[in-house]
């Protein structure tokens, strides 16, 4: 399997702790791949029309789109209800957990192409405030949620760790430590993992 990759997408980043949690990282080979906001890319649109990464590529040319739906493809090949519980109230609160997690992560990116990509001229601070308003109200519901933070490993937890990084490589003033104290004891401990280690972003 081939997976589209970026060392500083928190997508993609999710999907490779993941990988490595699952014991598959062995079978996937990493493509070094680069989407630019506001630059077309007709090679990579072929393969997703939405110009996103990561994407998986099965070994029969197969496309899995979409980090959510990659995390449940490899759980299921390692077994299912690894990272993702397999049915019942566990099952649909890791996944609502995971979607909320995802939000704020669009949100992020949102706001890091509106206020560090696009041209000064024409930013909307408004617009940009709204979404890293957000994010950040997601994470004051996380660090409401102590069982979250306690419970064996899920994708949830995995992607909050990925957003706690995105923050710290791209909004490192934001003072997400001093507001979420219980998030940066979570995030500690995640960091005590190899796979978050490795996969931290690299220097912004
Ligand atoms: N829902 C997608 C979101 C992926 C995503 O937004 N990836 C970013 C990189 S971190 C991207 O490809 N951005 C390029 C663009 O939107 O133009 C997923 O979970 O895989």
């Keep these: 399997m081939k997976l589209t990759f970026s060392p500083a997408s928190p997508f993609a980043r999710k999907v490779r702790i993941a990988a490595i949690e699952l014991g598959l990282i062995d079978k996937i080979e990493f493509v070094p791949t680069t989407v630019v906001p506001g630059q077309p890319n007709d090679e990579y649109s072929k393969i997703h029309p939405l110009k996103k990464l990561p994407v998986l590529i099965l070994d029969n040319g197969d496309v899995i789109l979409d980090s959510c739906v990659i995390v ?35 949100s992020m990116l949102l706001c890091r192409y509106e206020n560090m990509v696009r041209p000064e001229g024409s930013r909307w601070k408004a617009w940009s405030d709204d979404h890293w308003n957000r994010a950040w109200r997601g994470m004051a519901r996380f660090e409401q949620q102590a069982d979250m933070l306690s419970r064996p490993l899920d994708i949830s937890q995995i992607a909050l760790t990925c957003v ?3 923050a710290d490589f791209r909004f490192a ?18 960091l005590e993992r190899p796979s978050v280690k490795i996969s931290m972003p690299p220097a912004a």
């Design 173 to 190: 003033d934001c003072g997400w430590r001093k507001s979420y104290p219980r998030l940066d004891t979570f995030h500690q401990k995640m």
């Design 164 to 166: 706690l990084g995105y």
């Design 72 to 106: 449940e493809y490899l759980d299921e090949l390692a077994g299912g209800g690894k990272l993702i519980p397999a049915s019942g109230a566990a099952r649909w609160k890791v996944k609502s957990d995971h979607s909320l997690l995802q939000g704020m992560l669009d």
